[in-house]
């Protein structure tokens, strides 16, 4: 038992029900960070002692390996913490333990000056972070000695607006201990692997090791004598080492795949990874990883991305992907260790702020540089990683304005080049294949490869050797909606507004020479589909194929429109233009019928097999089926 003197009562010296109330159900959103808060004030007061200690060694008292130690007491229900950092006097535990919101820390930080302050591994900035013990214990106990002090003083309370004070004589060493009576619906804490699995999670890098007594398998010798014939035997849980701190030079590539394994719980390997370390107006550490294997969820966590983790002073705050790198990089992994991130007052939160800014510019930076280099130097791994990310990749231009064309160098497509489905042709390919005389990037979306390389709408650019880009996935109808022009050319679908192909003022002439054979037919076209169509006209796409939609320069695709009516969406009123082939034998047939009855089927039938061809949806399929089965039917009889 601690002998004790008479015990004192004293009033917190603030609204102390009202603060510890907030802190208790609003301030911490999850109750397991009171052992990241503790951890991270012992780690304070080690490393206090530490600096202190530069000029006198004597506060040591012989005793210069600093650690953490975590103890359960499962049947008094009770967690502890104790270090053998500085220690508090009485005084000072009045001051920073018995008014809320006070930091020693802080004001340790504001004394000190030059390179001390830079090493300096001090965490807790709002003097706050004790009272989380309240979010899982009804009584907290703080039993604590100066370092070089004579007396140690123990301070309790329940968190009800009032603590006792009083001197204890046999506390043995320096330092401070934390005892958590833990709240009847908090006894998961008082598991052994729950607390190992929390220190694994907030606590691995912090400088000093972090203890608790190791657990004795049933059958082991120790358990066979019983725990009365043996001493209890202390072991390191955490790594008490963070290796994004340390040299470059010093860390193998296999000491970077481990990590990257621990801290992305990924089972494959990265694909590559930059480690840098700023130092100026700003102090910050970055160590990204690319993976090589995208999770089954990528497309669908924007909301949800815990990708990189913020560290401050080596101590985990929160997976803070969402602040730290816009969505199209959420599949970036790895660590941020800053001095001087602003956090709010729970650590929880990462303010919005200048340095913040700058610090998410310096990252997306740094990932865009490495993805450029991967590129220039290894085409196959830069494959690998398109292959698993380019769709989110994509999002990039309506989210990033500013690295606009630097993303859209990295991106990769496939185009009527090679016919090859494998995208792989950069932009810069694609404008140094068509040379200067050509001032349109073409492209063409669908809802799948081969709808993509086989539309209509490619014939004439085809013929004429006009290489177009070929896009199907689905996030790409949007994106090109972001995209205008690169290189002082502009983007154009294939599939959207006016095309002129017309080379030479021949090609002109016999356009509007089957412009005018056809006057007639387009005529009777447009009464016929005028409340599908906006307008017939000659087209100048197609070659093979009767007949196709062509959109105007704004409107969505076709098979998109498909997907958000499926999805519950109304979709604009728009109507498309029909563009006829007058050279195919389908439309010559069609221009010399005269029963009315029969123009007006054929005419629906090359309307909806156009609208098909463009992967559209029709408003009546049944009634299509019908009238190819009657086509069909005819031609049998004849």
């Known amino acids: ?113 030059g390179d001390q302050k830079q090493d300096a591994q001090l965490i807790g900035q709002f003097g706050v972070g ?117 040299p470059k030079a010093d860390i193998s590539d296999d000491d970077y795949q481990a990590f990257y394994k621990h801290v992305s719980h990924d089972f494959g390997p990265a694909l590559t990874w930059a480690h840098n370390k700023v130092e100026g107006n700003q102090s910050y550490t970055s160590l990204l990883y690319l993976p090589e294997n995208a999770p089954f969820d990528l497309l669908t966590s924007r909301d949800q991305r815990n990708g990189l983790k913020l560290y401050v002073k080596r101590v985990f705050i929160m997976d803070a992907a969402e602040q730290l790198l816009p969505n199209y990089l959420r599949f970036v992994r790895g660590v941020v260790d800053s001095d001087d991130i602003p956090l709010n007052v729970s650590r929880e939160i990462l303010q919005e702020n200048r340095n913040v800014a700058k610090i998410r510019s310096a990252l997306v930076k740094r990932v865009l540089d490495l993805l450029q280099k991967m590129a220039r130097d290894d085409a196959d791994k830069f494959s690998k990683f398109w292959a698993a990310f380019g769709e989110v990749f994509k999002e990039g231009p309506a989210e990033d304005f500013a690295n606009r064309d630097k993303i859209l160098k990295l991106m990769r497509f496939a185009s009527t080049h090679d016919e090859d489905q494998a995208q792989k042709v950069s932009i810069d390919d694609y404008i140094s294949r068509v040379g200067s005389e050509q001032d349109k990037i073409y492209y063409i979306t669908a809802d799948s490869y081969s709808a993509a390389k086989s539309s209509p709408h490619l014939e004439m650019f085809r013929k004429k050797g006009i290489e177009v880009l070929l896009l199907w996935d689905r996030v790409d109808e949007w994106m090109m909606g972001y995209l205008h022009e690169y290189e002082g050319k502009s983007f154009q679908s294939v599939a959207k507004g006016d095309i002129d192909l017309a080379a030479s003022d ?41 007949a196709c939609l062509v959109l105007d320069e704004h409107d969505m695709a076709m098979h998109m429109q498909k997907l958000m009516k499926q999805a519950g969406h109304e979709m604009p009123g728009s109507k498309p233009v029909l563009e006829i082939n007058p050279g195919h034998p389908l439309v010559k047939r ?39 089965n009657g086509i069909m039917l005819a031609l049998a009889d004849g």
């Open 1 to 113: 038992m601690t002998a004790k003197t008479k015990s004192e009562v004293h009033p917190f010296q603030a609204e102390a029900q009202q603060v510890l109330d907030l802190m208790t159900h609003s301030l911490y959103s999850n109750r397991e960070v009171f052992l990241r808060e503790l951890i991270s004030n012992a780690s304070d007061a080690c490393d206090k002692l530490r600096f202190k200690a530069i000029k006198d060694e004597s506060l040591y008292g012989g005793d210069s390996d600093l650690k953490i130690r975590i103890e359960i007491d499962k049947d008094a229900g009770t967690v502890s913490i104790r270090d053998n950092g500085i220690g508090m006097a009485r005084a000072e535990v009045i001051e920073n333990i018995g008014t809320i919101a006070h930091s020693g820390t802080r004001r340790f930080l504001e004394k000190l000056t």
């Open 130 to 246: 004790f009272y989380s013990s309240f979010v899982v214990a009804d009584r907290v106990v703080l039993t604590t000695r100066k370092a070089g002090g004579k007396s140690a003083t123990q301070w309790s309370s329940d968190g009800r607006g009032e603590y006792s004070l009083e001197t204890v004589s046999d506390f043995a060493g320096r330092g401070t201990r934390v005892t958590l009576h833990l709240k009847d619906g908090e006894k998961e804490f008082l598991e052994d692997y729950r607390l190992r699995g929390l220190i694994s999670k907030y606590s691995d890098h912090i400088a000093f090791p972090i203890e608790m007594l190791k657990t004795v398998a049933p059958g082991d010798e120790g358990d066979k004598k019983g725990a009365s014939e043996t001493a209890p035997e202390w072991e390191a849980v955490n790594q008490a080492s963070a290796l994004w701190q340390r």
């Open 506 to 546: 021949d090609d002109k002439k016999v356009r509007e020479k089957a412009e005018k054979k056809a006057k007639d037919l387009l005529k009777r076209l447009q009464e016929t589909l005028k409340e599908q169509v906006k307008e017939v006209k000659v087209s100048q796409r197609l070659t093979d194929s009767p």
């Open 590 to 628: 069609l221009d010399s019928e005269k029963d009315k009855q029969k123009f007006n089927e054929w005419g629906q039938l090359l309307f909806e097999q156009a609208v098909l061809s463009e992967g559209g949806q029709l408003d009546d399929p049944a009634r299509f089926v019908q009238r190819l």
